[in-house]
């Protein structure tokens, strides 16, 4: 299946271009090879959630401005709306894209998996490193899903199923390679509340105490159940949530630095400066001149 690129020069956009390759579909695969489309290349997001199965090649990935290795036999997984970059090297591998209709059945199968594991939109590690054994089970869905795409009808049961195992079993893989401490479903709950409320005030709250009073829980406890969960406290969380956006807004907006700290809530610009060098070793406008170079 054919994928049309986008011409598009490296310079700042007013907002992050997306990557349409679902198309309203409600589940594709595609190779992944370097040329598959030409915003890979740049900051992009996506209209789905994707799968990513690499069995070749060697190179730098990056989400949300974090870079990851990427290798052979390692499975990314990545949620609609975060930025997206591939540098330009050879690679191949299987790309599993599937919508919210998709992914909301399959958290109605199985509602613990949901943000846990690879699926946790939080995780400083969104990967997980497939065993031979795995990778070669991998490809054998894939494929079984493959023929059913290429039917005259495909199932979407079918679709979920093949779908739901490959999801599973990568989140087997993450946690296995990367344990965190048993949350139970109160504690669960409540941390999803925490991550839901952090994207809708981080602009404005940048305190650890407004979230706990919000969610009317003390920040003991509050910051003892994301340490078991994500090995970040509250205010960390909010640390990183704030430095991504200021990276995406810095590498993809026309706005000014002195705007970009007013918008992210920084009453002082200076303190806005101070807070980027501090997580980043540069001034904000180092960190947008070396990424448009």
């Known amino acids: 299946m054919k994928v049309q690129g986008v011409q598009l020069k490296r310079k700042k956009t007013k907002k992050v271009p997306v990557q349409a390759l679902l198309e309203g579909e409600y589940f ?35 989400i949300n401005f974090k870079s990851y290795e990427l290798i052979p036999g390692r499975a990314f997984f990545l949620h609609p709306g975060q930025v997206h970059l591939i540098e330009d090297f050879e690679r191949d591998g ?96 409540l941390l999803h ?36 969960a994500t090995g970040f406290t509250v205010y960390k969380l909010l640390q990183e949530r704030l430095l991504t956006e200021s990276k995406i807004l810095l590498q993809t907006s026309h706005l000014s630095v002195k705007e970009i700290s007013y918008q992210l809530g920084f009453n002082d610009p200076a303190f806005f400066g101070r807070f980027f060098r501090n997580h980043v070793n540069i001034s904000p406008a180092a960190f947008r001149q070396n990424r448009l170079l």
Request: charged residues 25%.
């Open 28 to 62: 594709r695969i595609y190779r992944l090879h370097k040329d598959l489309n030409s915003l890979s290349v740049v900051p992009h997001r996506h209209d789905h959630y994707e799968l990513m199965i690499v069995r070749s090649g060697q190179g730098q990935h990056s």
């Open 94 to 189: 299987w790309l599993v894209l599937f919508g919210e209709e998709l992914f909301k059945r399959f958290l109605n199968l199985h509602p613990n998996e949901d943000e846990y594991g690879i699926l946790d939109s939080y995780s400083p590690t969104p990967y997980a490193d497939l065993s031979e054994r795995l990778l070669e089970l991998f490809n054998f869905i894939i494929n079984q899903a493959k023929l059913e795409l290429q039917s005259e009808k495909p199932d979407a049961e079918i679709l979920l199923h093949y779908c739901s195992l490959l999801l599973l079993h990568a989140n087997r893989a993450h946690v296995t390679q990367h344990p965190v401490q048993f949350v139970s479903p109160k504690q669960k709950e």
């Open 193 to 228: 509340s925490l991550k839901r409320l952090i994207e809708q005030s981080y602009r404005e709250h940048h305190q650890a105490s407004f979230y706990a009073e919000s969610l009317r829980t003390d920040i003991k406890v509050l910051n003892k159940v994301c340490m078991q």
